[in-house]
């Protein structure tokens, strides 16, 4: 038997496609999946579970150490200008 209109439509109304939740690695702060080991930094809960460096060859290996240098550095200059400001209000 033929289906009418509003019953194709009604069965298609659950075929949308939904956008996926990402969360923020709590190590390198990039969007991953949840509950997912982050590809980035291979870090999974704040601690490390793969050794993203060792799979790497040479080239990337030194690209990828250079970020995670750099990262760290902004990071550690955005903590101590926190504590800066901290300390100026009290």
Known sequence: MRHTRGKRNRVRSHHALKLRALAKCSHCQTEVYPHTICANCGYYKGKQV????????????????????????ESSAQSKTLNAEELSHR
């Open 50 to 73: 793969i050794d993203v460096l060792a799979r790497l060859d040479k080239k990337e290996r030194r690209k990828k150490e250079k970020e995670l240098q750099q990262h760290e550095k």
